[in-house]
C-alpha cells in the first residue's frame, strides 16, 4: 500500500487538448475506493485503469463529428482510500476509513469545480462514491433538487448492508433520502424488501427492469425513461447495468444487461432533451490482461462528456 504509484494519468492522455483548470468545461475526479464492495475486489483499481485506456483512444468521435477534448478536459488529483480490503462476517462496519469520511472528502474534492460551473464527471471506485458528488452538487445549488438517473443491475435501496448506509448497495436508499428523484434502468437484482419498498413509496413507476427493456419493442422505453426526469439531470452509471458478455470487469455482475447502443440511445436522448448536471462511472474492478471493460468505460465517458455538453451540434 505504501509503495509508490506512478501519479495518475489525465483525461484523455498526451494526445489530448492541453487544459487547465480555467478553461475546462469538465472535471474529472477518479474515486479510488472500495471500502464496501461485498464480492469481486478490484474497484479501487478502476479509475486508474479507465484514464490509462483513455490515452489510447481517439479524442475525435465519429458520431458527433468533434473531438472530445474540445471541451476542456481537467483531471483532479484522485481521491483515494487506504483501507485493507478484508474478509468482514456480515453485520460489522467496513475496516479502515470510515465511509462518512471518504464521502466528505469526495464533497470537499468536487465541490470548487461545480461551483466553478464545470461539468463533474466522476470516476469509480465502489458505488458508494456517487453520494459525496450529489451532496457537493445540492450544496452548490443551495439544496435545490435535480433527478437521478440510475444505470445499474441492483436497485442499490438496502437501508444499509453489512453495517455501513455508505455500502454500494445502499447508494440509491441515499438518493431517497436526499429528496431526489430518480429513475433506474437495467434492474435485474434485487431483494424482496427492496421491491416492497419500490412499491410502498410509489417509486416502482420509475424502474425500467432490464427483461422488460430486451423483450420490449426497440427504444420505446426510452422516451419513457426521460420523460420521467426533471429539467436537471445527474446520470450515475454502475458499469454492471451492462451485460457482463461487454462489461464482464465488476464485482458482482449480472446476466440480461444493457448493450452498448441501448445504453448510448439511452444517454444521447437524455443529453439531447435534459440538461445533465454531472455523471459518473462506477464499480470498474479491472481483470489483468483484459483491456476491453477498461477501453469501454473511458469510451463511455467520452460519450456522456459528448452528449452532456451537447458537443458537435447534438
Ligand atoms: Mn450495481
Redesign the pocket.
Known amino acids: 500500500m505504501a509503495m509508490t504509484q506512478p501519479p495518475y494519468p489525465s483525461f484523455g492522455g498526451d494526445d489530448a487538448r492541453p487544459c487547465g483548470y480555467g478553461e475546462a468545461r469538465v472535471a474529472v475526479l477518479p474515486v479510488a475506493y472500495e471500502g464496501t464492495v461485498s464480492y469481486g475486489k478490484g474497484a479501487s483499481r478502476g479509475p486508474r485503469a479507465i484514464l490509462a485506456a483513455s490515452a489510447q483512444l481517439e479524442m475525435y468521435d465519429e458520431e458527433l463529428d468533434c473531438r472530445i477534448d474540445e471541451a476542456g478536459l481537467f483531471t483532479l488529483p484522485p481521491v483515494t482510500s487506504l483501507p485493507p480490503i478484508t474478509t468482514q462476517p456480515p453485520g460489522t462496519p467496513p475496516p479502515g476509513e470510515a465511509p462518512e469520511a471518504v464521502m466528505e472528502r469526495i464533497h470537499a474534492a468536487i465541490l470548487p469545480a461545480i461551483r466553478d460551473g464545470k461539468l463533474p464527471l466522476t470516476l469509480g471506485g465502489e ?1 458508494s462514491i456517487t453520494y459525496g458528488v450529489l451532496t457537493a452538487l445540492l450544496a452548490a445549488r443551495g439544496g435545490r433538487p435535480f433527478s437521478v438517473l440510475q444505470i ?3 436497485a ?1 435501496l438496502r437501508p444499509e448492508y453489512q453495517g455501513s448506509r455508505h455500502s ?1 448497495a445502499s447508494i440509491m436508499a441515499r438518493v431517497h433520502e436526499l429528496g431526489l428523484p430518480f429513475v433506474q434502468v437495467g434492474i435485474r ?1 434485487l431483494s424482496g424488501p427492496e421491491r416492497a419498498f419500490l412499491r410502498s413509496e410509489g417509486l416502482e413507476r420509475n424502474v425500467f427492469w432490464a427483461h422488460r427493456i430486451l423483450a420490449g419493442p426497440g427504444g420505446q422505453w426510452i422516451d419513457a425513461a426521460v420523460n420521467k426526469l426533471e429539467e436537471e439531470v445527474y446520470i450515475t452509471f ?4 451492462l451485460d457482463p458478455s461487454i462489461m464482464p470487469a ?1 464485482g ?1 455482475p ?1 446476466p440480461g444487461g444493457l448493450d452498448w447502443s441501448t445504453a448510448l440511445a439511452l444517454l444521447r436522448r437524455v443529453g439531447q432533451r435534459r440538461r445533465v448536471i454531472g455523471c459518473d462511472i ?2 470498474l474492478a479491472p481483470i489483468e490482461g483484459l483491456h476491453a471493460p477498461d477501453f469501454l468505460a473511458a469510451r463511455l465517458a467520452c460519450k456522456l462528456i459528448g452528449y452532456a455538453l451537447r458537443l458537435g451540434g447534438e
Open positions: 458505488h445499474d443491475a441492483h442499490d454500494h437484482s454502475d458499469l454492471d447495468g465488476t458482482t449480472e462506477t464499480e
